[in-house]
């Protein structure tokens, strides 16, 4: 990847548009350099952010980038253009941030809005990828081949994070690596062996269990030494027999039961059929005895039965004769009735008149009150009409009132709004007051800085000259040169009156890296307090804005007086308000009256027309009521004359039937009416004593055939004794179920046996397996997880890491001996070395060219340090540019770390970036090292502004 132009709008510390040309920097080393905060780093995290929506040191997101110097209107965004394998790519990507609405409310101030995240690839043909953010985020990392992760340790390397690598411990450098080179599957690998092998080990035990628990219930018989087999059994095929054998015993057991069984049934039958035979003929005889019995029985009840026949006959002859009477009390009812119904009739008539005449009058009432309803009505509606039309000329006042009301409380607001900006304008004061003393520091501290550094140049130029002047005072003419190797020397340096000493220069160094220190110091705090003083300014602006209008300044004139007189307006506009809500309120204090005589009168109205309703309804009832009484005594008078026909009708039939009825008791047996009755029955005794007179005949006849029957078949013969074929048969009762019950023990303990036996077969069967494949993962579990006795504690994981960390060290060494010039080199501690104990594999030494000693990494000093963090890093970029499959990254850049260096070390690392740079890679160097700044000359110089931070190319 090689960068070509990076835009940076609203981000971090820049305010505005930035635009970077890297096009300018062209192959090779190029130094970005500026006041500490000025936003250096901000260059490198803008690029990481437009390729991963995250900064290159991880810490700060996206919507975290959104510039405190923005103006609102300023879209924070990044673009970035880059060229991979030939091919150009366009990235334009913003982060999700908070901004101020374009509208205004309808209170007049500007709401706080979201703008959304969103990302753009423009693609080598000028088309757009599309896609949504997850989809071109990975987008991009196929293009170029990189994650995040690997992007910084290779591209960006970050602040002090190089380091990390140099110094960690073997456990800490595992994680790194992990990350890294996404080794965790190799852990998982492990885990996934481990996890096997202890489930492997697990179903073992369970097998063990199994076997156990089946040789627990198995049931062993104390015979033919069987016991003693199954103990003495210790292999799977030895104990298999012991149950086959013990099982053969069940048996014949089982076998020697049943046989037995067959046996008793056949003697069994032989006693049950001729006991069978007894018992059926001595049931015929008892039969036969007990059906003479019922017989003699049915034959003594013979005269109850007669009499009861009788008493049926008699009731049948009187029903005759009192049906006859009962048709003359009928008639007898009737004509009482309808002599009861004509005066009921005659009383309904009389009663009907009276009430004609009540109903007459108070319809004559009603009418009167109905028309003094009429003429009351009318006058209330005259009075509500001349109520409505007052109190429609006074209904606009409610909705005056509710405007000067709100007026009002705008005013009282406005009013309080001014009087918080008046105060908060002294602190706007005191924070400016603040910035200028930081100012004024800043500047002593920078003189103080300058002071420091003119010191250190001229002390170490003297130092330079009075080395040279010592040199020459010993040119001979003739002899060789040891600086050039010149044998003519025409004008030799002459030696000073007065050279420092070296301690004299690293003094000077010294007073002046913390001149610059406390520089940097003041300077931060300079900024701080310009940051303060801004946003106190800003906020006071808006705030002013919103409360005055947009044309408050701060500038144009003093911002007390422009107050003092805005707020005598604001105090004229609510005295106003008042005066106008106060006018107001009169004119809806009389409105309400209005409405409230009018509501009084509407409901004296609608009480006086639902009277005049009521009066008409109860006018209509009247009338109807009159025209059904007229109906019903109409239709009365009729039913009265029918009722008249019908009683004379059944009174001469009640005459006839008594004729009847004493014309039918002469000619019965019984002498009067109620003798007659007396014989009468009910009807369900009549029922009874018909089905018991039917029942005792049809069982005299059913005890005659079952007699006659048994007596034919038992002519002849005696009954049986039974008494020795029932003891036989319970002897062998009891034999039998103490053979089946043999037979059931044995036949149970058998199925136990054999399926103990059959789970044993297959347990045995599937452990031989388990044990031999058990005995495979384990010895891998042992391997991958680094636990074989004797061998370092060195897992999978580790053992792929410890292949990654010798390719660093190979690459690093390269640049590294260049570096030191030979010193030292770093090598991955020997598996010989390691040892068994902890976390290994991944530990880091020095080994000295000149002693051929090993030494601990943490031990080098800290420019030492530095240079083999700095080989470290570009080893891993190699490593990592391998592994990728051939990753091209034309770019690097490389945050801080060169204060730490001697001059030589300086120059060495610097010259090993640029042979690594070449003639087609770019490598930035973000440092403060004022020696860096006078030796690179393509600058990138990022200047900070009291209104955020600008960026230009210098050389």
Known sequence: MIPQRLVMSAFGSYAGREEIDFSEAGPGIFLVTGDTGAGKTTIFDAITYALYDQTSGGRREGRMMRSQYAAEDTPTFVEFSFQYKGQDYRILRSPEYERASRRRGKDGERKMTLERSSVTLFLPDGTEFTGKKAETNRKIVDIIGLDAGQFTQTVMIAQGEFLKLLSARSDERREIFSRIFQTDLYARVEQRLHEEAGALYGQMKDMERQEEQELSRLFCPEAEGLPEKLAEAALPKERLEAVR???????????????????????????NRELAVAQELNSRFARLAKERRNRAELQAKAPSVEQRKGRLERSREAALVCEIYERRQEASRQRQSLEKEIKGIQEKILQAGHKREALLKRKEKVLLEEKRCREEYRSLTEQIARVTDQASRLSGSRALLQKWESLEVQAADRKKRLRELRQKLPLLKKEEQRRDDCARAFEESRQAYQQAADAYLACNEAFLLGQAGILARDLEEGSPCPVCGALHHPAPAALP?????????????????EAEAEKDRRQQLLL??????????????AEG????????????EDPERRLDREEKRRDQELKECRRQKEEAGQQVGKLEELEKARQSLA?????????????????????????????????????EAARQAAREETAAREAALAREAQKALEESPFETEDQCRGSLLAEEEKERLENDLEDYRQKCIEADARVNALEEQLDGKEPARTESLEEQKKVLDESRREAEEEQRRWYSKNENNREAGERLKKIYGNNQKL??????????DQTAGGSLPGRPKIDFEAYVQRRYFQQIIAFAN?????????????????MEQLGNRGSVGLDLDVYSLETGKLRDVRTLSGGESFMAALSMALGMADVISRSAGGIQMKAMFVDEGFGSLDEYSREQAIGVLSELAGSDRMIGIISHVTELKESIDRQLVVTKTKRGSHVRWSR
Do not use: H, W
């Open 245 to 271: 054998q013990i099982l053969q015993y069940g048996r014949s057991r089982e076998a020697a039961a049943e046989k037995k069984i067959r046996e008793l049934d056949g003697e069994l039958d032989k006693v």
């Open 497 to 513: 009156e007065r050279t420092p000493d070296q301690a004299e220069v690293k003094a000077a160094r010294r007073r002046r890296d």
């Open 528 to 541: 701080e307090a310009g940051q303060r003083c801004t946003a106190r300014l800003q906020s006071l602006l």
């Open 545 to 556: 804005k919103n409360v005055v209008g947009e044309e408050f300044s701060l500038e144009s």
């Open 603 to 639: 409901g004296q109205q609608a009480v006086c027309y639902k009277r005049q309703e009521e009066q008409q309804r109860e006018t209509a009832l009247a009338d109807e009521s009159l025209r059904c009484l007229d109906q019903s005594v109409s239709q009365a008078k009729g039913e």
């Open 771 to 780: 044990q031999e494949r058990c005995a495979r993962l384990r010895l891998l």
């Open 814 to 830: 390269r640049r590294l001996e260049t570096m030191t010039g030979g010193n030292f080199v770093l090598r991955c501690r020997s």
